[in-house]
């Protein structure tokens, strides 16, 4: 079964900082890789999507990276805002869609 | 455009009532799919749909049911509510369930208590 990993499961930072969040997973048969973000009390907002044959995707301040052969893959938050305070959550996609646990991350003004 | 829509947003259940949760996607989507959402566990899929006419069970099915209505609606049942179902039900859909380009979407989610 696909296990995936997200480690810290809470950041804070002042604002303005770079920050990156980390994902791990065990299985690399995959088709691709989403974060997503979830604010307190609300469902799941697709950020970035990167497909297994990608190295990488970028939004605006967002970029997330994707090394299937080592089950990796990171999302950067450049210039990071007090907006930017939610849960970030990864889901890998083989036969299903596996998700990690979140990182929960305060940006402080 | 509304996407995924959920209903109830909040519900509560006493242990042994039964109830369903509803939901629909107006996106065209072939597959659709119901987690819950607990602390510290992330979302576990209870039961999902490939496509109109199929469902599979997920990695938490004990105690739920599912009907695929039609290509847009996707309901959850329980039939005789525990409290170990108190949770947070979120509903998603994506254009297909086997695809390198086909990214899920989420509805609000349903908050159960059971009592």
């Known amino acids: 079964k696909q296990e995936v990993t997200q480690i810290p499961a809470a950041l804070s930072v002042p604002e303005g900082e770079n920050l990156v969040l980390n994902c791990s997973f065990t299985?690399?048969?995959?088709?691709?890789l989403q974060w997503f973000r979830q604010d307190p009390g609300k469902g799941l907002t697709s950020l970035l999507l990167?497909?297994?044959?990608?190295r990488e995707q970028t939004s605006g301040r967002l970029n997330a990276s994707l090394d299937k052969s080592s089950g990796r893959s990171t999302l950067y938050i450049a210039a990071s805002q007090p907006g930017d305070s939610a849960t970030y959550l990864c889901?890998?996609?083989?036969?299903?869609?596996?998700f990690g646990t979140g990182t929960s991350l305060t940006v402080i003004p | 455009n509304a996407g995924v829509t959920q209903t109830p947003k909040f519900q509560v259940l006493k242990t042994g009532q039964s109830m369903t949760l509803q939901c629909a996607q107006d996106m065209n989507h072939n597959s659709m799919y119901w987690y819950r959402q607990d602390p510290g566990m992330g979302l576990r899929l209870i039961y999902y749909s490939a496509s109109e006419g199929t469902t599979d069970k997920g990695e938490v099915p004990n105690g739920y049911n599912v009907s695929r209505l039609n290509k847009r609606e996707f309901s959850l049942r329980l039939e005789s509510a525990a409290p170990s179902q108190t949770s947070v039900y979120f509903c998603?859909?994506?254009?297909?369930?086997?695809?390198?380009?086909?990214?899920?979407?989420f509805g609000n989610g349903t908050r159960l208590t059971v009592t």
């Open positions: 889901a890998v996609h083989g036969n299903q869609f596996y």
């Open positions: 990167i497909q297994s044959s990608q």
């Open positions: 299985d690399s048969a995959i088709y691709n």
């Open positions: 998603a859909s994506s254009e297909r369930s086997i695809s390198s380009n086909s990214p899920l979407h």
